[in-house]
């Protein structure tokens, strides 16, 4: 027998109320729920992950914590569990020194990192994703067949609501001189730029340009899949950028197949700030790339 339409909200309100008084005293961040007794079961799953709304998302999604905890698992997408330490470390630096600007990324599949640097940005910031979404002609090498709806729910559900967002559809190897001074002077510039769209190397090192170009003064240009073996292109196009450019960006952190750049002034203040907090795990190696000091951590 089914229960009326009106017992059964009645019913998930209570449960919800019931769940929303157990979060006040019990922290599940990074824990699994399994089940927490019969009056909690269907909060839980009201909770996760389609049910944000009518459950509230102040406490969901306050921090990158939150997120990473209760939204991250939820966005399809290729991100490791274990970059959120890097990723905090890197917005705790840069704060520690006034850094400033605004959040980018290039490639954005369903917003599973972009939706993590959004935690990291301040109330009224701008966050800006670039990626040619259903255009898939465009779409060369089939790396994430992305979706502009999926993106925006996934922010809805997961992400920061007092930000400044902005969707781009373009193929970013098109992206004219005129259209880079469009982005950096609308939306830039970045303090955290992701790179992460097509993993050729002609596009990749494109894209490297772009974003360093992009930057401001101590901000982050964050490449994906460099030494990934299913994607050459991406490696291939970091020894092109500094074999026939003069970059301006640095190396500074390499873990879990993302390299993280700075500029140059920058460069021995992110080592040193990485070495201090990650060098001491046993997986931590400060070695070189292209003659540059940087803080390998072996997976």
Do not use: C
């Given at each position: 027998m089914k229960n009326p339409q009106g017992v059964a909200d009645k019913a998930v309100?209570?449960?919800?109320?019931a769940f929303r008084t157990f979060l006040e005293h019990v922290d599940v961040r990074g824990k699994t729920v399994l089940e927490i007794g019969s009056d909690f079961y269907l909060a839980v799953r009201s909770y996760l992950p389609k049910g944000l709304d009518r459950i509230g998302r102040k406490f969901a999604m306050e921090s990158l914590e939150d997120y990473w905890a209760l939204g991250f698992p939820n966005v399809e997408g290729w991100?490791?569990?274990?970059l959120v330490d890097s990723l905090r470390l890197i917005d705790i630096t840069q704060r520690s020194v006034?850094?400033?600007?605004?959040?980018?990324?290039?490639?954005?599949?369903?917003g599973k990192l972009l939706i993590a640097l959004a935690h990291l940005a301040d109330a009224g910031d701008k966050v800006t994703a670039i990626d040619v979404f259903e255009d898939q002609a465009r779409n060369v090498d089939g790396a994430g067949v992305g979706n502009l709806e999926i993106l925006k729910s996934n922010i809805h559900l997961y992400g920061p609501v007092n930000l400044n967002y902005e969707f781009i559809k373009a193929d970013s190897i098109s992206m004219t001189s005129h259209d880079k001074l469009k982005l950096m002077d609308s939306r830039g510039p970045f303090r955290l730029f992701s790179v992460d769209g097509c993993h050729t190397a002609e596009h990749t090192c494109t894209d490297l340009l772009t974003a360093?170009?992009?930057?401001c003064p101590g901000g982050v240009l964050i490449l994906d899949d460099f030494m990934q073996p299913h994607w050459p292109g991406v490696t291939e196009?970091?020894?092109?950028?500094y074999s026939r450019y003069v970059p301006r960006?640095?190396?500074?952190l390499y873990c879990f197949h993302k390299l993280f750049f700075v500029g140059y002034g920058?460069?021995?203040y992110f080592v040193r700030a990485c070495s201090n907090q990650l060098g001491?795990?046993?997986n931590a190696k400060l070695t070189e790339m292209f003659g540059i000091g940087v803080l390998s951590l072996s997976p």
């Open positions: 309100a209570y449960q919800i109320e991100v490791d569990t274990r006034g850094i400033a600007g605004q959040i980018g990324e290039i490639g954005v599949y369903h360093q170009d992009s930057l196009a970091v020894n092109l950028f960006i640095k190396p500074f920058w460069h021995d001491s795990r046993p």
